[in-house]
């Protein structure tokens, strides 16, 4: 790290900090604004990180599983910054946070000052015991620190005006939705078909309707309720083909299409980097067909010159018995990006065919529209169908609707 940013003091770097979020627009409310300038986020991470690393605009790491991975993290700031304003909270609120750290908490407890209340859960007594003490430390005696199954929410508490998840989650929890008051907000990173999105739920009759919808990571959801994707090595852990989809899958055949040449076809479709938005939302019209879809996930080193998804983490897939084709993108100018498909095994001709057809419709229908309608029904409850193009993720408890409106006129 440049030596200039390791000689700064915390106050300065927290500065930084809020200045950097303000600018992009993370924090768009003063009283957000002044939790963050408020809150001493180096006092909320192991004492192996420093200052510097602490006001990065990324994760901190707080402890990882036996295989390496991260089960716990003080999450992004610029996350933290969108999900608080997300959240509506005012003074004399009361919050609900699945998943503790103590910081995130802190932040909250700012917002909501000595009239509101914020508990947070976490599965981890480490964590818990962690975050008991930061908060302490730092001058939180009075946020609520409980050690439990967040899924369950916290009965006692409720019902809470915002409950915020900060673990992905495969499902809703009834519980969730019977704690929240009326008029409340559930901000969640949800997982739809693979693709994780973090959602602002509010309640519409016996539904929840998302008014937001955000690209994000987050660690996994543990516990008994949990409800993780299916993940099928195709070639180690070097190329992992994630599944939702409850259908029978030849993993073997899959792999083995590896070992065929691969089908290249590129679409009439580019893009920039500056077009966040437009990556997020072709994902999602890719996950949302009525077809076996899954999403890859590679390590490039590791996999270069045979395999180069789009994205390395969830790359869009569609699958057949013995093949699969993924969302791939070539540079062809400075600034210049131009989507395609490559696809493997027997069926990579078709596969890919379609997968370019399905990006130059979305070129077309959907890239300047305003995204799909997501909603989530308790399952048994399904919406009706609409005719528009819809995909209905079955979980346990609740069932999420993916709805696109309407084709946009053609550009
Ligand atoms: C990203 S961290 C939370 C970050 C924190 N909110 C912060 O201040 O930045 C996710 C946490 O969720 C916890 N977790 C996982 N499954 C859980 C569950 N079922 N109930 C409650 N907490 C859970 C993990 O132990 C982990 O500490």
Redesign the pocket.
Known sequence: MDSAVEEKSPDQLRTDLVTQLLAKSWIRTPAVEAAFRAVPRHRFVPDAVTAAEAYQDTIVATKRGPDGKS?????APYL?AYMLEEAMLGPGSRVL?????????ALAAEVVGPHGHVVT????AD?IANARAYLDRAGYPHVQVVHG???LGYEPGGPFDAIIV??EAGDISPHLVRQLAPGGRIVVPLRLRTLTRCLTLTRTGDHLTATAALQCG??P???DR?QLARRLPLRGNDAVLLLDDPTDIDTAALASALSMPRVDVWAPVTITMQELRSFESLHVWLSSQPRPFGALAVDRQATLGLLDPQDRFTCPTLLTGDSFAYLAMRKTGDDTWQFGAHGFGPAAGPLTTDLVELIVAWDRGYRHGSGPDITVHPTGTPPAASGRVQLLVPRRDATIAITWPSPASPR
């Open positions: 089960m716990s993290t003080v999450s933290q946070e699945v998943g503790s750290g103590g910081y995130n908490a859960v976490d599965i981890d964590i199954d967040g899924e900060t673990v987050f660690v959801m543990q516990g949990r």
